[in-house]
T-cell receptor
Framework: DGGITQSPKYLFRKEGQNVTLSCEQN?????MYWYRQDPGQGLRLIYY???????QKGDIAEGYSVSREKKESFPLTVTSAQKNPTAFYLC????????????FGSGTRLTVV | DAKTTQPTSMDCAEGRAANLPCNHS???????VYWYRQIHSQGPQYIIH???NNETNEMASLIITEDRKSSTLILPHATLRDTAVYYC??????????????FGSGTQLTVLP
């Protein structure tokens, strides 16, 4: 079955360490997205990519970096510059940018201690 | 994009219809209404979208008022598994657009046994 896989489901890191969250899709979707969700809050867009080798900053890109070398993969790196990295991170994809029928992964819960 | 207003929370008895309202009084003629839901600690799930006609699929029905200033998502026979946060989002449907989905706080629907 097609879908989006995020791994790992839970991740613990020490403060000051960079960490990379994986997102893989086999839906043949062009566009991919990363969102952050804090407890009791809505989703905030970190980065998005409309096509391979291209990506754009979202609303809260500071302290994060991404790459899109393959259509299937859109990894997110949480750097030590991110002041409050502990959060629930969600990856999504859509057939194309501007198509809002998103498919989401099951998320990665990152805890920085 | 038009702003949406949803109640913070709602309860519904199991087996009854759940009617979730959304106000979007500043909606423009080319903006669609999208509904997603998020079960606790999972990624959001697309439910349905519409422009001006009522829409129905296997999950829900979407009723949009004639003036398009409000809409209602209807889950015809709510089950305990429908307990989730429901997001109403208004967006222009374009191709290659750099404008992405924004998720607010939504409505917490609790289905009671």
């Amino acid at each position: 079955d097609g879908g989006i896989t995020q791994s790992p489901k839970y991740l613990f890191r020490k403060e000051g360490q960079n960490v990379t969250l994986s997102c893989e899709q086999n839906l043949n979707h062009d566009a991919m997205y990363w969102y952050r969700q804090d407890p009791g809050q809505g989703l905030r867009l970190i980065y998005y990519s409309q096509i391979v080798n291209d990506f754009q900053k979202g609303d809260i890109a500071e302290g994060y970096s991404v790459s899109r070398e393959k259509k299937e993969s859109f990894p997110l790196t949480v750097t030590s510059a991110q002041k409050n990295p502990t959060a629930f991170y969600l990856c999504a994809s859509s057939i194309s940018a501007g198509n809002y029928g998103y498919t989401f992964g099951s998320g990665t819960r990152l805890t920085v201690v | 994009d038009a702003k949406t207003t949803q109640p913070t929370s709602m309860d519904c008895a199991e087996g009854r219809a759940a009617n979730l309202p959304c106000n979007h009084s500043t909606i423009s003629g080319n903006e669609y209404v999208y509904w997603y839901r998020q079960i606790h600690s999972q990624g959001p799930q697309y439910i349905i979208h519409g422009l001006k006609n009522n829409e129905t699929n296997e999950m829900a029905s979407l009723i949009i008022t004639e003036d398009r200033k409000s809409s209602t998502l209807i889950l015809p026979h709510a089950t305990l598994r429908d307990t989730a946060v429901y997001y109403c989002i208004v967006r222009v449907l374009t191709s290659g657009s750099a404008r992405q989905l924004t998720f607010g706080s939504g409505t917490q629907l609790t289905v009671l046994p």
